[in-house]
């Protein structure tokens, strides 16, 4: 059947004629990002070198943006054709580190993420309480808020960094929420994000008795494992990579 | 701290105005198009009708390609790693439809999913046992066979579609397999992909005693449940949705 394994061939080459030549390094970066983004590719440590520009651009352009936006949208689309029970008891998830807020500023000194992370520098960025908000879950956190949703920020960040991630959140927008779920001294240190998200995941619906109607992250640990919510928003990360 | 507020706008301003002005309508549907691969956007009918050239495009050029390999790639990265005992109970799932033969040249006439599909069209199509070969799959199928894995197509087509699916796939260079599993007319027909597979994958781990390695298939009910194997991959696929 030599017609049929021979027809990719031809049309790919059809195509790329009648649309001009691609940068190949530009479609190999944007093929590893769906790779990372559908969670194929994992437990990666840097950002490949040879996409320290395509990633650059990514994140500091408007497609960005317009892929934050997608998600987002689609998850008021979801929460905004419920019909939920006005008990109090209905939360929201939100991760914190380049889901609620962004360290482009740092990373953008930094390679992009294609060294890997000096802790000094980073601790010294994250300390400041400087990073901006992702301007579309700002607004998804304020949509939510208007709907009687209470959030729960649940971050991978070490209990210590408490008062500092507080002040970085009100300083940008976030001003209440119902818990800031930081990781305990106690918890063990070779747990996974994921399990330990997971943990405090079901506390959040066995112990307190919340409804997590919904959860974004920009991590696939952020939003798998068990008591996920009744839907969950990934959004983009092509910097990092959280286990 | 209106400083931070307008950090992202200011820098898409200044990127986008270094780089020229990009195809609005192409990076929205860049951006559904990654909304849908992880898995944010579901249950969706047809592609957006202003993303029609933007599909045909994508699905008959190069990028189509490079997404399959990139995910293809890491699955041989992932199993070619694995110390796997020589006991003939290794099995990879592929899926069928738009993960080992290619449905392209029919949804190349039909508005490339942004037309409900014609199901009388559809059944003619698939009849002629003519869909060609991913060719990623295919190579993918061929190195897992040469390490000794066993290989299972499962699909939710119709068991009818037995002898039909079973030339194609022979026709295009799938040769041989451990078990060819379609729908019985038996299962519930109000069950989705995802149940019908899960309890399919369950069958094959506790009543046939196989081991899971991996499972690839182009939607995320393919991948998710129970006994979803110890590695799954995503492979691309923005025409249509399966619940």
């Given at each position: 059947?030599?017609?049929?394994?021979?027809?990719?061939?031809?049309?790919?080459?059809?195509?790329?004629?009648s649309?001009?030549?691609?940068?190949?390094?530009?479609?190999?970066?944007l093929?590893?990002?769906?790779?990372?983004?559908?969670?194929?590719?994992?437990?990666w440590?840097?950002?490949?070198?040879?996409?320290?520009?395509?990633?650059?651009?990514?994140?500091?352009?408007?497609?960005?943006?317009?892929d934050?936006?997608?998600?987002?949208?689609?998850?008021?689309?979801?929460?905004?054709?419920?019909?939920?029970?006005?008990d109090?008891?209905?939360?929201?998830?939100?991760?914190?580190?380049?889901?609620?807020?962004?360290?482009?500023?740092?990373?953008?000194?930094?390679?992009?993420?294609?060294?890997?992370?000096?802790?000094?520098?980073?601790?010294?960025?994250?300390?400041?309480?400087k990073?901006?908000?992702?301007?579309?879950?700002?607004?998804?956190?304020?949509?939510?808020?208007s709907?009687?949703?209470?959030?729960?920020?649940?971050?991978?960040?070490d209990?210590?960094?408490?008062?500092?991630?507080?002040t970085?959140?009100?300083?940008?927008?976030?001003?209440?929420?119902?818990?800031?779920?930081?990781?305990?001294?106690?918890?063990?240190?070779?747990?996974?994000?994921?399990?330990?998200?997971s943990n405090?995941?079901?506390?959040?619906?066995?112990?307190?008795?919340?409804?997590?109607?919904?959860?974004?992250?920009?991590?696939?640990?952020?939003?798998?494992?068990?008591?996920?919510?009744?839907r969950?928003?990934?959004?983009?990360?092509?910097?990092?990579?959280?286990?």
């Amino acid at each position: 059947m030599k017609v049929f394994s021979v027809f990719f061939f031809l049309l790919a080459t059809v195509v790329a004629a009648s649309h001009g030549s691609q940068d190949s390094s530009d479609s190999s970066c944007l093929s590893w990002r769906f790779a990372v983004e559908a969670n194929n590719i994992r437990g990666w440590k840097t950002v490949p070198k040879e996409c320290e520009k395509y990633v650059g651009h990514y994140m500091l352009g408007y497609q960005y943006r317009k892929d934050s936006k997608a998600v987002t949208d689609e998850a008021w689309r979801y929460v905004n054709s419920l019909k939920l029970p006005r008990d109090g008891r209905n939360i929201w998830i939100f991760d914190v580190d380049e889901t609620s807020i962004s360290h482009v500023p740092f990373f953008s000194k930094h390679g992009f993420g294609t060294e890997p992370i000096n802790k000094t520098l980073a601790y010294e960025w994250v300390n400041k309480s400087k990073a901006p908000a992702l301007p579309e879950s700002l607004e998804l956190y304020r949509k939510l808020l208007s709907l009687g949703i209470k959030v729960v920020f649940l971050t991978g960040r070490d209990e210590e960094w408490r008062k500092v991630s507080a002040t970085n959140l009100k300083n940008v927008g976030y001003h209440t929420w119902e818990q800031l779920i930081l990781r305990a001294s106690s918890y063990p240190t070779n747990a996974t994000v994921e399990s330990f998200k997971s943990n405090e995941k079901r506390k959040l619906e066995e112990i307190y008795g919340y409804r997590i109607i919904g959860n974004i992250g920009d991590q696939w640990a952020d939003i798998q494992g068990i008591h996920r919510g009744n839907r969950t928003f990934k959004l983009p990360n092509p910097m990092y990579y959280a286990p």
